[in-house]
């Protein structure tokens, strides 16, 4: 028997089916960043909406049959498969037993069965008696429709709302934060109501007049009281009693005070974190992603810059920079950019999700303790450095960075050509920056293109009054300035094309489109 | 007759890249060292002076070519270049003064100070990386043929004889094909830079004084210049 359940067990952690299957429904049920887990809960949505809506409408109106039987069948064979899945999915059993039979067998002791058992059902109990697992539950038994009172527990599939709607879980999780405080205080409103309703009870339950008659009716004023509803349909006649009534309203007002501060610093308090997540949920729906690792002034322009056409993300350990990379409009984390946490953290795929990560830190030391983190993730990623001192530049290669910025070149290389030719230095500079509308772009030369265009002179730029400066064909990595009209395209080449924005942005359309217009 | 010098006022890492890049072009070049920046032993091997912000700078016009020397204001703190680059200015007039700030607002002051050319650092860095992201291509290509890193050359030649072109507008002529180089912006007299395609070149027959900003190689553009004028 005991070999059976331990080859067993082996036989189903092994089985790829099984597990594959196993991790299907796990991430259905459970993984948040599944993408099909949403189609999921919308289905799991309307079935409780379409099941309140019915209850609702039996009450003053004649509903199908068919309505009622999907209400009480079909609706709740759903609930009842995807309890048993929950339930499945809790705790491993194999696993229980193989740590179990491992344990034993390492320390050469006779494997036992009861002890397995009593381990694998506590789990399982463990998770039926958790308080979602009772909604679920509950959730199912209106099926039992022939109980006219089990009914309302249609009302648990309301409830059952909240596994699916992510901000109720996180207005939960907000509160548990003060789980104590929250004790306290019910604890003090019910010491409170407990005091008010017995002193009530005994100073006008013997009244004539007094609408109090039971101790029910008593904790009934004592709550409707210290809530500050007071409905009015019970009153205290007594001097004594209106006076009890005077301290319980100023409790109630203490009470009431006490509550809203404390679900108010909650979120205060969880408000960052709340933010977090949302941003990390933005972030991992985007492709194409810049990562500035850090935000001074460099960064900050760069950002600006980037802002335009892409999406940035910006990663600081600093906490006042980080709020203004936020106050300028940029997502940004409070997460130190030179530790793996930070981007694990961030659940994004690198290779795939990132185009490029920009350490724009104004110290080389952190620069290339970044480049070294990012390089340990990822071996493909494109990574830009700034240099700040020259002689750390070696460390910078060594780190593998992709591209190095060494500022203060950059000034020398500009003063060399400003004092050689100031005039063409000037015109090239007003290109780049896109003044008068005039702009220098790269257009691919794709499939689609070349089904349409053979060779260089067949372009036409002309007529879009393009100046054709060269083309860059990749395959060779090499730029050919000026190419020839009979030069023949390549997949993959880059034409480097000088002119008005527009025409440029029309002459790319062109140049895509005209297997169409013809 | 006094010397064609570059003055270079400040002595730290963008002194050192400016000395680099220009000796080519200055024999002599003297970097002035404020009394209170950190010594640089590197540059002090150079011809280092030490100057503060009382200096009058008026011994300079007796011992440099001023009219056809070259200055750069390098200072790190802004504050300390504009105080610099205005007392150069209130000085010399015709002095050619091209200063480092750190942002567009000390751009700014320094060009209200006098300064002819002013290089924002940070403006100017991060518009290089957001070009590098954004189009590698053309500004690999920029790069390589502005700080001559390839054969390509860039170069602004003066039209001399008009006559050559006979009243034609520039866009008229395929200067690649005729000349093997490419006309990228034509400076009229009033020096305002215009694409060759633009609506005002196209209107503008090309005369004497234009200066065309062409791009080619060594060989071709030198072959130009002897149709057209002089470099």
């Known amino acids: ?518 | 007759m006094n010397k064609v010098s570059a003055l270079i006022f400040g002595c730290n890492g963008y002194t050192h890249e400016i000395v680099k890049n220009i000796k080519h072009k200055y024999e002599n070049i003297i970097v002035f060292k404020h009394k209170d920046e950190s010594r640089n032993l590197e540059l002090e091997r150079s011809n280092v002076e030490i100057f503060d912000f009382t200096e009058s700078w008026s011994f300079l016009k007796d011992i440099y070519d001023l009219d056809n020397s070259i200055s750069f204001c390098v200072l790190e703190d802004d504050a300390e270049n504009i105080f610099l680059t205005i007392s150069l200015r209130s000085t010399f007039e015709e002095l050619n003064i091209i200063a480092l700030s750190k942002n567009k607002e000390s751009a700014t002051k320094l060009t209200m100070a006098g300064a002819n050319k002013v290089i924002p650092m940070v403006q100017t860095t991060a518009s290089i990386i957001s070009d590098i992201l954004d189009k590698p291509i053309v500004t690999d290509v920029l790069h390589s043929i502005l700080y001559e890193k390839s054969d390509l050359k860039i170069a602004e030649i003066e039209i001399t004889n008009e006559s050559f072109f006979n009243g034609k507008y520039p866009s008229d002529i395929e200067w690649s094909k005729k000349y093997g180089v490419i006309i990228v912006s034509i400076i009229h007299e009033d020096l305002s830079s215009e694409f060759i395609y633009s609506s005002k070149a196209k209107h503008h027959a090309i005369k004497d004084g234009d200066i065309f900003v062409v791009i080619g190689y060594e060989a071709d553009i030198k072959e130009f210049k002897r149709f057209i004028g002089r470099n």
């Not at chain 1, 193989?98 to 058992?117: A, G, R, V």
């Not at chain 1, 959730?139 to 648990?156: E, K």
């Not at chain 1, 203490?254 to 933010?275: G, H, N, P, Y």
């Open chain 1, 1 to 518: 028997m005991k070999s059976f359940v331990v080859d067993w067990a082996y036989s189903l952690s092994v089985s790829q089916s099984y597990q594959k299957n196993k991790r299907f429904v796990h991430n259905c049920l459970e993984n948040d960043d599944y993408k099909y887990k949403k189609y999921f809960d919308i289905f799991m949505v309307i079935l409780i909406f379409l099941s309140v809506s019915i209850l609702i409408r039996e009450v003053k109106s004649h509903v199908d049959d068919f309505w009622l039987n999907f209400s009480n069948y079909f609706v709740s064979l759903v609930f009842f498969v995807e309890y048993i899945l929950r339930l499945w999915i809790s705790s491993s059993v194999s696993n229980i037993i193989i740590k179990n039979y491992e344990h034993d067998d390492m320390l050469d002791i006779e494997f036992q069965l009861s002890s397995t058992f009593y381990e694998i059902i506590k789990s399982k109990l463990q998770y039926i008696f958790s308080i979602k697992a009772i909604i679920d539950l509950l959730a199912i038994i209106p099926f039992f429709h022939q109980l006219r009172l089990l009914r309302v527990f249609v009302l648990f599939r309301v409830f059952k709302l909240f596994r699916y709607a992510r901000s109720f879980q996180t207005f939960t999780s907000v509160l548990a934060t003060k789980k104590f405080e929250f004790i306290t205080l019910l604890m003090f409103a019910g010491i409170v109501i407990f005091v008010s309703s017995v002193l009530i009870y005994v100073m006008e339950a013997n009244e004539a007049n007094s609408k109090i008659d039971t101790l029910y009716d008593a904790f009934y004023w004592s709550i409707v009281t210290i809530s500050t509803v007071g409905y009015g349909d019970i009153t205290p006649i007594t001097t004594s009693g209106k006076f009890v009534t005077m301290m319980v309203i100023i409790t109630g007002i203490a009470v009431l005070a006490f509550t809203t501060s404390i679900i108010v610093s909650a979120f205060d308090e969880k408000l960052d974190e709340i933010k977090e997540v949302k941003t990390i949920d933005d972030i991992r729906k985007i492709k194409g992603l810049y990562i500035i690792c850090g935000y001074e002034n460099i960064a900050k322009e760069v950002a600006k810059q980037l802002l335009v056409n892409n999406n940035v993300l910006v990663l600081d350990e600093d906490i006042s920079r980080v709020e203004e990379a936020k106050r300028d409009g940029i997502l940004a984390l409070n997460y130190d950019p030179g530790n793996i946490d930070s981007y694990k953290k961030l659940r994004i795929d690198i290779n795939t999700q990132v185009r490029a990560i920009l350490c724009l830190r104004e110290s080389d030391v952190e620069n290339v303790y970044t480049t070294l983190t990012v390089r340990s993730i990822s071996k493909d990623v494109y990574i830009l450095s700034l240099l700040i001192n020259d002689i750390h530049k070696n460390k910078l290669v060594f780190a593998d960075a992709n591209e190095i910025l060494y500022t203060k070149e950059l000034v020398g290389m500009i003063a060399r050509e400003f004092i050689g030719k100031p005039v063409a230095f000037e015109a090239i500079h007003t290109l780049r920056a896109g003044y008068k509308n005039i702009d220098i772009d790269e257009i691919i030369i794709d499939k689609r293109v070349l089904s349409s265009f053979a060779t260089i002179g067949e372009l036409n730029n002309i007529k879009y009054r393009l100046v054709l400066l060269g083309i860059y064909r990749q395959a060779h990595k090499r730029f050919f300035f000026s190419p020839i009209d009979s030069t023949i395209l390549e997949h993959g080449d880059y034409l480097v094309v000088i002119g008005n924005k527009v025409f440029i942005k029309e002459f790319e359309k062109y140049l895509h489109t005209k297997s169409i217009n013809e």
